[in-house]
Each structure stands twice: as C-alpha cells, then as structure tokens.
C-alpha cells in the first residue's frame, strides 16, 4: 500500500534547501496570484523578524489561482501579524523560564528535549517558537557538551527529542555525531526527532541520513508534522517509507489553525492520508498564543465538536489526542 522505500541521493537537499522562495512576489508567480490576492502581506515588522521561507516543492502542492489555499496560509505572512492581542505573547508556553543557555528544555519527567538548531526549511506563520531567542539559546556544536552532561548527569532521563528549529536542516555527520553521544549514555532509551523535513523537503531522506539512522543503536521515533492532507504527496510518501524502512517509528503532531485544517473533512483527509503513509496521528494542538498567530486560533468548543466527529468518522487510533500546552503543567493537556 505505500510507496516504495527510496533514499535520494545524498546531499541533493541541501540544493533544494537554499533554493526556498523567500519573495512573495515570486510565490505569487508561482500561483498566479497577484499582491491582492496574497492579501497584501506581509507588512514589515512581521516579515522583517521572521521572513517568508517556503521550498518549491512545498509550494507546488497548493492550488494556483487560490488564496485560500490551506499550504499557502500556513506560510503566508498576513497583515494580521502585526495586530498586538491581548493574551498572544512571545513566550506562550513558558520556555524562557526552563530552558538552559545551552539548549536543554526539560518541561516533563523523563525527557530531555534539545534545541539543537534555530533554522527551518520553512516558516510557519503561527509557530510557537517564532519569537525563540536562538541566537542565545541554539548551541553550536561544542555547545551542547553541557547539556549532554546534564542529561547524563539525570538517570530519570530515558528519551531524548532533537528539535529546534528543524533538527534535520544539521548536517548528516554532526547528527550521526549527536546521536552517537546520547546513545552512549546509558540510562536513555530512546532518541526523538521533531521534524518537518519529510514533509516540507522530502529530499531530506536520502542515503546518507538513512545510513546513520539505520546505524543508531537507539529505537529512534519521528514525529513529523504535518497539518493537511494536501501537504502528502508522492515524495513524502517515498520519503515516509524510506523512514520506515530504517527502522524509525513515525507519528504526526498537527495543529489546529482557522482557514487550514479547522474542518472534520480536512482532518479526516489528514488521518487517512497518514495512515497511508504508515504514520500514526499523535497530537493535535490547539495554537499555542504566540504573539502574531492570533487569526489562526480556533476555540475549544468547536475543536472538541471537530474531534467528536473525527471519532464517528475514523478507527480510534487515527484519532489525534486534542492537547493543549499549559505553562507549568507536567505534562501537554489533554483537552476534552
Ligand atoms: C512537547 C514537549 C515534549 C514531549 O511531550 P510528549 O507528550 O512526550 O510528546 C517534551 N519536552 C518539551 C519541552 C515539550 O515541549
Ligand atoms: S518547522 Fe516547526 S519550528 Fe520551524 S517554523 Fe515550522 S513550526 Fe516552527
């Protein structure tokens, strides 16, 4: 039922990654959309901290001619963003009051989770880490040694998550690298990567990520992410496959966003198109409120009318757990 397992050539990613559109007057070529139909965006103090970034080959699973479109939403920077919203802050999750200057963010019992890059292969709109301060706290490479001694340091440990940014925008040797030193640690027993390169840049899985993931002695879990149906074809489910073929274990977080994916429709599409590919939908968040992200938000009591159809809709286990992140809980909120 799914596509063949291929890894791409190696290094082929790193071409398609620098060649992302950054101009909005160029995707809108691409879609056959003038300024008014890309509803004017972006104004400048959104864009300017946060620029338009989306690969080719994402653009060109959107619709021509549709500024609806649910892809081209989720990149587009709106004039929206620049609207000050009472309650849409920088920091929405409480991370500046956990996080440690070398990357480590431990929130919840058990596992260590590690900004190991500020970089993405693209830019979405209501990213909750879009105001992250990067700049001080995404170690280079020498930097994360504490952090890696923190995590030895704490047998309670016993799952790592690479997340950023995008870890696998890093260079194949300095995660094979990474990764070798967490599995050396003994007390963990798992290693996490959030991503969303297999969706957003395909190209991503090739040989030489598939040798040293296949290398890893940790069981290695991959939550991708993706929001819409639309956003899986062909080469992401070549992609998906390859990763399974490597033995990773695939889950999807998703989240909730108004004018995207905010329909039964859409997120049974999402679910079926995942359970295709081998994925097993994990979460769906409700929008963290990060400031600029605020026309994204759908309320609770539609989502759980959203979810309850799901429910009638698809087997239990292609059903997401609806979640919130609360400052301080130990745990994501599971709503509902
Ligand atoms: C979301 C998150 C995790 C992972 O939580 P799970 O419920 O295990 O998926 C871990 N650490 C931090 C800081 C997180 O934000
Ligand atoms: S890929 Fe993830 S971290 Fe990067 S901008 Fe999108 S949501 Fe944020």
Redesign the pocket.
Known sequence: MTARSEPWPAGEWRRRLAAAVRDLDELGELLGLDREGLGDGPTAASAGRFPLRVPRGFAGRMRRGDPADPLLRQVLPAPAEDDDVPGFTADP?G?LAVVRGDGL????HG?A?LVVTGACAVHCRYCFRRHFPYDEQAPGEDGLEPALAAVAADPTVDEV?LSGGDPLVLADDRLARIAGRVAAIGHVRRLRIHTRLPVVLPERVDEALVAWLAACPLPVIVVIHANHPNEIDGDVERALATLRAAGAVLLNQAVLLAGVNDSADALVGLSQRLADCGVVP??LHLLDRVAGAAHFEVDETRALGIIDELRGRLPGYLVPRLVR?VPGAP??VVVG
């Open positions: 999750v991370e963010l431990v929130k919840y596992r989770l998550i994990y979460y992140e745990s994501k």
